[in-house]
């Protein structure tokens, strides 16, 4: 058996699912695209390949083991995107959620059962009940998920959490506190879209926190993160920095933090906050509307 343990974003990693961009099936047609920033770049001829893309993913293998994590891979399936293994799967305390996603990647799921059949604890939510991973952060007691309303969720391909999700989560960890945060969407502009809660926020460290407030739907809830971290705690990014993923960096503890090398002013900050920045080169999985967060899903961490 596999344990499962998530409390927070940044206690130290003991195990993790890293995606894999091994046989991902080339440059897919645009029907087939579920985000504005990879169609843009199929359109403009700037989709990445995979032999870049499994050079990019290696090397954070190779950082994670550095670490001393355990880090488990999909099983292939041939000619299938399977990067981003963060939406498909997620551990809350000690149970492994795996939710319902869009239909064009059902079956990224099987790639990850050798995992699964190895948790305990194991939470297969309704068809209805719309969630991926990328949405849900968990922080030391407190569940902030990003969610599309009832009518947003019908009308955008990026919405990815629904309303009944996030009741599902409300009904299934009761001892948490759940606060749901409706983001900004767009099929069109990935500019103006926050396709995941991980896409405008993510807390690092031990008290603060990386945000984009233009992700936030409603602007009582870009008020609220701030005032729950103290501003003085909170590190904000540019909408060229969302566009570029800033905040969609993976925390191995609360000192260590892997990023890419190209976010100068992010990373900076990082080592101001007295955090060790792995840098790794991460622009080609940037295209596809993802990054260190996206492609990670962990199992464990260690808490005392």
Known sequence: MIPVKILDETAPLEAVILGSAKSMGGVPKLEETYDPKSRSHIIDGTYPNETDLVEEMEQVVSVLKKHGVSVYRPEVIENYNQIFARDIALVIDDKLIVPCVTPLRKLESDGIQHVV??????????????????????????????????????????????????EYLRKNFPNWKLKAFELNKSDEDPRENALHLDCCFQPVGKDKAVIYEGGFRNQEDFEFLLDFFGSENVFEITKEEMYEMNSNFFSISPDVVISDRRFGRLNEQFRNWGITVEEVKYGEVAKMEGLLRCTTMPLRRKYD
């Open 117 to 166: 059949d190895q948790v305990e604890h194991v939470l297969l939510p309704d068809e209805d009940e719309w969630m991926e991973g990328g949405d849900i952060i968990p922080w030391n007691g407190h569940l902030f998920v990003g969610y599309a309303n009832d009518e947003d969720f019908e009308k955008y391909q990026v919405a990815r959490t629904s309303a009944k999700g996030v």
